[in-house]
């Protein structure tokens, strides 16, 4: 046998505890990468129950379709703590309105929803001194035009520093 003949080496404990450390460390990174994601893109659409919102589906989107015929469009400011709604038609005339409604919906944690009711501050314009925290919101505006259904305008707004961004 030659000098320079290999030593075979054994697979001692410490190698299956390298082993297993890197599995679970593998393990954990993914799942702190997948929550991270889940967190930052979750749009917070929620339902209590799927079937009864797709049945109504249908009728809701025709709502939508002879509301947009309307043409009017929604005015929402958020800024110095007051957030003040009007609505104008499409020649941009103000439309007058007997009260608004505005829910203030959180994407991601119901408990933060805050339902606000606005009240007559100018001419056809209704305000209320309420603005939720700073961050990303769904807002669900209700307003009496004096149709047979309110008058509903939903968007997604971004709140920074108490003003809307």
């Known amino acids: 046998m030659s000098a320079h003949s290999r030593k ?16 679970f460390g593998v393990v954990i990174a993914v799942n702190l990468t997948m929550v991270t994601l889940a967190n930052t893109s979750w749009t917070g659409l929620v339902v209590e129950n799927t079937y009864v919102a797709s049945q109504q589906f249908n009728r809701k989107a025709e709502e939508g379709r002879a509301q947009a015929a309307l043409g009017w469009t929604g005015n929402l400011t958020i800024a110095r703590s007051e957030v003040r709604y ?80």
């Open 8 to 23: 075979s080496r054994e697979f001692t404990g410490r190698h299956m505890l390298f082993i297993i450390l890197g599995f």
């Open 86 to 165: 009007s609505l104008s038609d499409a020649t941009g005339k103000p439309v007058p309105l007997h009260g608004v409604k505005i829910l203030f919906r959180h994407p991601g944690y119901e408990a933060e929803d805050k339902p606000v009711t606005l009240v007559l501050a100018s001419a056809q314009e209704f305000a209320a001194r309420a603005v939720p925290k700073d961050g990303v919101w769904t807002i669900e505006v209700d307003a009496d035009a004096g149709l047979a259904e309110p008058y509903r305008d939903v968007r997604r707004i971004m709140i920074s520093q108490g003003a809307l961004q």
